[in-house]
């Protein structure tokens, strides 16, 4: 009784949460996780709202732009309590960030309550857009990027393959997405791991790895994770059996893969984004975010960075009017010409539709980057219906 009592109370005041906000200024509640096991996600995202800010300024329709930061610490039961005080406490206009899918599932329900828009900038589920029509993504989703890897696989001598992923929502839609299309091709799936997204230890599921003998090893795991497990990769002596290692790009995310050494090179993966892709934008991107930030940009700062530019051009196309569904009417359809290459927001599904790119790992002045080969234009995510 007295729970839903008080479910009652919040939706009260969340719908009434946005009334009140001050016209001059737009309110952005800006929510990460700054500390704990995925704090480079919170760093990286914020470091490319921050860039956005320095190149664009502060003013956009008339209104004076405001970023409410919240440190989430990648727990939902936190993202939940900070959406709620940010829309009733701070009457923000709007909710980003959003470093990993059940963050972004848990804020759903209250951004459809306040009708208020969730701007989805790195967690990377297909099915978190479908949770809200208030939902509407920077970044990109694992379906999206994974498929393009299981058309090059087979073309280039992999048939059996073993899939190793994190064992939720982005691991489980990169092994689908993956699988479905290998076995189509013709290849093999020797066997499906799916590994703990909390403290994960993959030396036994390693060791499945190299007792499967596959051509490849197809691996999922959440930015920031693949130190840990390029590490046990190594010391699993995975390098020196022969076996290849393929996957999304998150496993060689550029805000870990210069510490990695030589046992990156030669990682085959596919991804939206690269720090080493080669336009004049991402040059100047690059530049100005080590600038700023001091460290290299990886793909989630682009969901900050291009996300931020979204509410931007929103804004400027409803003439400051920051009421929600204006604002996710003035974000769908959006096509812009990013530092990862050309993005429209397809306007069915609030998700990019955007280059993905088969990468290889090399040495580049002497730093490790993942270096673009082939690309599949304007890639649209199979997983939306
Ligand atoms: C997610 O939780 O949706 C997520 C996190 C990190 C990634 C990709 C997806 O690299």
């Not at 900070?82 to 009733?88: F, G, K």
């Not at 459809?112 to 970044?139: C, D, H």
């Not at 979204?310 to 996710?328: Q, R, S």
Request: net charge neutral.
């Amino acid at each position: 009784m007295v729970t839903r009592l008080k479910t009652a109370l919040v939706a009260l005041l969340l719908a009434a949460g946005t009334a009140h906000a001050a016209d001059d200024t737009f309110k952005i509640g800006l929510i990460l996780p700054m500390t704990g096991p995925f704090a480079s996600t919170g760093r990286q995202v914020d470091g490319g709202v921050k860039l956005w800010m320095q190149q664009h300024g502060d003013m956009v329709a008339g209104k004076k732009i405001q970023v409410i930061l919240k440190d989430d610490g990648g727990t939902p039961d936190q993202t939940r309590r900070i959406a709620q005080e940010l829309i009733v406490n701070d009457k923000v206009n709007l909710l980003a960030g959003f470093g990993l899918t059940p963050l972004a599932m848990a804020t759903a329900p209250i951004a459809t309550q306040a009708k208020i828009p969730e701007l989805v900038m790195a967690a990377a589920t297909s099915a978190i857009t479908e949770q809200s029509p208030y939902v509407i993504r920077a970044g990109f989703t694992l379906p999206q990027v994974a498929t393009p890897l299981a058309d090059w696989a087979p073309k280039n001598g992999i048939r059996k393959v073993v899939t190793l992923v994190t064992d939720y929502g982005p691991g489980i839609d990169a092994e689908k997405a993956f699988s479905s299309r290998f076995t189509a091709n013709g290849g093999t799936i020797v066997e499906s791991i799916r590994v703990p997204l909390k403290n994960p230890d993959f030396a036994p599921f390693l060791q499945k790895v190299a007792d499967s003998k596959p051509d490849a090893v197809f691996v999922f795991v959440p930015s920031g994770v693949g130190s840990v497990f390029m590490k046990q990769f190594t010391e699993r002596g995975l390098d020196k059996s022969g076996i290849k290692l393929i996957g999304t790009g998150d496993v060689v995310d550029d805000d870990i893969l210069n510490d990695m050494g030589d046992v990156a090179l030669g990682v085959v993966t596919s991804f939206h984004y690269s720090a080493a892709h080669p336009s004049p934008e991402n040059k100047a991107y690059v530049e100005g975010f080590k600038k700023l930030n001091g460290m290299r940009p990886n793909f989630h700062s682009l969901g900050g960075y291009d996300g931020m530019r979204m509410v931007y051009k929103a804004l400027e196309a409803t003439k400051g009017n920051a009421e929600g569904e204006a604002l996710v009417a003035a974000m769908k359809g959006q096509s812009f010409e990013s530092p990862r290459g050309p993005v429209t927001i397809d306007p069915a599904t609030r998700d990019p539709i955007q280059n993905v790119y088969i990468r290889k790992v090399e040495k580049v002045n002497g730093e490790l980057y993942s270096v673009e080969f082939a690309t599949i234009p304007m890639f649209k995510d199979p997983a939306h219906k």
